[in-house]
């Protein structure tokens, strides 16, 4: 069994099982991408809720496993070669378990290719132009008197929308099978509700990718994940 004990992370959030991967996290759009993971591949786990707090996230435990005090992050006891491995950044650590695993990134390596070419389209639009669009919707930006910064970020949804509601015409999936990229891509769709922006962005007129995401909530492992870890530290 690997010795975790070392580990500085495991001074604030202990692990209780240490032969089983270690999730450090909280159920925002990032966070869940990884329990739905887990959930989804059926990887042995235990969850740890590090809160968006600074108290949490800027603690030295937890930089010692993130320095960019951004949840998710893990630790698996069985990496490679058998020693444990920390790894942060949701879209990393979800090509991780897909390969750990052998599960949701392809059967060969072209479709492997379209999986993790959609996962970078979460990465690098999706994920990050939804963030801003929240803040400038929902948090401290939406008081701004000058709503050019709101407006731009409304567009840019509105863009990345279409993009995936005319990707998803005729499909159930964005990459062909259920794969990782689809656990990277829909709770951003999901936040849309939450930043209360589903009208603001129009969401309903793109019927491909409404559907889509009610079809990626109705999976059990998806119900399951969306809870993990719980808001508050158990």
């Not at 975790?4 to 759009?29: C, E, G, H, N």
């Not at 920390?86 to 072209?110: Q, R, W």
Request: charged fraction near 25%.
């Amino acid at each position: 069994m690997a010795d975790l004990s070392t580990l500085k992370i495991t001074d604030r959030w202990p692990a209780k099982d240490p032969s089983v991967l270690q999730l450090y996290s909280f159920p925002t759009p990032n966070g869940v991408k990884v329990s739905i993971a887990l959930e989804e591949m059926g990887i042995p786990y235990e969850a740890h809720t590090v809160t968006l707090s600074d108290a949490d996230v800027k603690s030295p435990e937890f930089l010692s496993l993130n320095p960019n005090n951004k949840i998710p992050a893990i630790v698996d006891p069985n990496g490679p070669g058998g020693a444990p491995l920390a790894l942060f950044e949701s879209g990393a650590i979800l090509i991780y378990l897909a390969e750990k695993s052998g599960k949701l990134i392809g059967a060969n390596p072209a479709e492997k290719a379209r999986i993790v070419q959609w996962v970078m389209f979460q990465m690098g639009g999706l994920g990050p132009m939804f963030g801003q669009l929240g803040f400038f919707y929902k948090f401290a930006g939406s008081q701004w008197e000058d709503k050019r910064p709101q407006q731009r970020y409304i567009d840019e949804a509105k863009r990345l929308l279409s993009v995936l509601d005319g990707e998803l015409d005729g499909k159930t999936w964005i990459a062909g099978e259920y794969s990782i990229a689809d656990i990277a891509i829909a709770p951003w769709l999901r936040a849309l509700d939450f930043y209360g922006a589903k009208e603001a962005v129009g969401f309903a007129d793109y019927k491909n990718a409404a559907a889509y995401l009610e079809r990626f909530l109705d999976r059990p492992a998806v119900e399951k994940g969306l809870q993990i870890p719980p808001r508050e530290p158990a």
